[in-house]
Antibody
Framework: QVHLVQSGAEMRKPGASVKLSCKASGYTFLGYNMHWVRQAPGQGPEWMGWINLNSGGTKYAQKFEGRVTMTTDTSINTVYMELKSLKSDDTAVYFC??????????????WGQGTLVAVSS | ESVLTQSPGTLSLSPGDTATLSCRASQSVNTNYFAWYQQKPGQAPRLLIYGVSSRATGIPDRFSGSGSGTDFTLTIRRLEPEDFAVYYCQRYSGSVWTFGQGTKVEN
């Protein structure tokens, strides 16, 4: 059974950084790309970027270029997302989401439970 | 940048009704790369429909997707109490994924 388990809630001050983790189990980790999606309170999901777990290659949404870094530790089936220079409007729930393969390509078939990041002075 | 506009913002219905949700794209969509998700409070989105009209594993057949080009529809027949939630459309194009702002189906 596929599981994506994310790290716990974080509180940061403006200007700080946060690094979140997402541990995968129940499937061949290297066989799928992993994405990060965030959702501000009362808003729709917002795609942040993805990482190719085989190559480590990344693609970030233009909005986050220069502030976000996605990495992976394949020895423990874990993906990380670091966001720097935090602002109050970065307050959101952050999800990791697995991109499906084959016919499911480009859709997100499994999601983590989400991590709340609160940014406040 | 491609934008997805969902309508209506809120749909007020009763169990047993049919819900028709719309999603309009500002640019034409490759039909292989369009999906719908359901989200309940405090939960992650759940994939319902991929490739415009294919149901994800375990999704009941009262959920159906249709459309092409720039106009897409999610239809939920015979609404069950557990179907009252927020629904999002999503597309992929040019290495960018985009979500709509959501339609809330309320009782």
């Amino acid at each position: 059974q596929v599981h994506l388990v994310q790290s716990g809630a974080e509180m940061r001050k403006p200007g700080a950084s946060v690094k979140l983790s997402c541990k995968a189990s129940g499937y061949t980790f290297l066989g799928y790309n992993m994405h990060w999606v965030r959702q501000a309170p009362g808003q729709g999901p917002e795609w942040m970027g993805w990482i190719n777990l085989n190559s480590g290659g990344t693609k970030y949404a233009q909005k986050f270029e220069g502030r976000v870094t996605m990495t992976t530790d394949t020895s423990i089936n874990t993906v990380y997302m670091e966001l720097k220079s935090l602002k109050s409007d970065d307050t959101a729930v952050y999800f990791c989401a697995r991109e499906g393969s084959g016919d499911y390509d480009s859709s997100f078939d499994y999601w983590g439970q989400g991590t709340l990041v609160a940014v406040s002075s | 940048e491609s934008v997805l506009t969902q309508s209506p913002g809120t749909l007020s219905l009763s169990p047993g009704d049919t819900a028709t949700l719309s999603c309009r794209a500002s640019q034409s969509v490759n039909t292989n790369y369009f999906a719908w998700y359901q989200q309940k409070p405090g939960q992650a989105p759940r994939l319902l429909i991929y490739g415009v009209s294919s149901r994800a594993t375990g999704i009941p057949d009262r959920f159906s997707g249709s459309g092409s080009g720039t106009d897409f529809t999610l239809t939920i027949r015979r609404l069950e109490p557990e179907d009252f939630a927020v629904y999002y459309c999503q597309r992929y194009s040019g290495s960018v994924w985009t979500f709509g702002q959501g339609t809330k189906v309320e009782n």
